[in-house]
């Protein structure tokens, strides 16, 4: 079946980075679109952007426009999200979910990142 | 303010019917079929609902319906159970390759 799992929970200092991964499972890694979202406490959900794991195009949020990288390593299945600068305001629950035919269908479980001094 | 809107809260009782409505624009909702629904549990990830506007994954109940009219689309949940108590968001694809999300609504059986 189709997984989605993610790193775990990070606490980072106002101006760091944070690096999240998904590993997949279930499904030929290299013919989807792997999306990234978030949702501070409390929060809707925010659409980041999205990494095609066959060409690696991406397109990135204007909201973070500069500090967000996807990066993808086909040989593991798995996807990574960098997000740099980080202050309070980017404490969320981070997702990765899978894209097909313009549908995000299947979800990671979230990665709690908290930005505290 | 999310880029679609929708109410914040909905309710009703069990046995009843609940309509979501989720509103955007010419451009999102009102321009491509490929708006999705999804549920959500405190603490858990969102739950593919309804996709393509009224298409069901297999797994959900039949008792969970999608339309759109225009820039607004609906999800309609009738035979409201306990279990249906969550949040519930809209997406759509907002053309030039971006997403965008609702706000997110309530809904509470009585």
């Known amino acids: 079946q189709v997984q989605l799992e993610q790193s775990g929970a990070e606490v980072k200092k106002p101006g760091a980075s944070v690096k999240i991964s998904c590993k997949t499972s279930?499904?030929?890694?290299?013919?989807?679109?792997i999306h990234w979202l978030r949702q501070a406490p409390g929060q809707e959900l925010e659409w980041m952007g999205w990494?095609?794991?066959?060409?690696?195009?991406?397109r990135y949020s204007q909201n973070f426009r500069g500090r967000l990288a996807f990066a993808r390593d086909t040989s593991a299945s798995t996807a990574t999200m960098e997000l740099s600068s980080l202050t309070s305001g980017d404490t969320a629950v981070y997702y990765c979910?899978?894209?097909?035919?313009?549908?995000?269908?299947?979800w990671g479980q979230g990665t709690l990142v908290t930005v505290s001094s | 303010q999310s880029a679609l809107t929708q109410p914040r809260s909905v309710s009703g009782s069990p046995g009843q019917s609940v309509t979501i409505s989720c509103t955007g624009a010419?451009?999102?909702?009102?321009?491509?079929?490929?708006v999705s629904w999804y549920q959500q549990y405190p603490g858990k990830a969102p739950k593919l609902m309804i996709y393509?506007?009224?298409k069901r994954p297999s797994g959900v109940p039949d008792r969970f319906s999608g339309s759109k009219s225009g820039s607004t689309a609906s999800l309609t949940i009738s035979g409201l159970q306990a279990e249906d108590e969550a949040d519930y968001y809209c997406c759509s694809y907002g053309g030039e390759y971006t997403w965008l999300f609702g706000g997110g609504t309530r809904l509470t059986v009585l």
């Open positions: 990494i095609n794991v066959g060409n690696f195009n991406r």
């Open positions: 979910a899978r894209e097909g035919g313009y549908t995000i269908d299947y």
């Open positions: 279930g499904f030929t890694f290299t013919t989807y679109v």
């Open positions: 010419s451009s999102d909702v009102g321009n491509y079929n490929y």
């Open positions: 393509d506007v009224s």
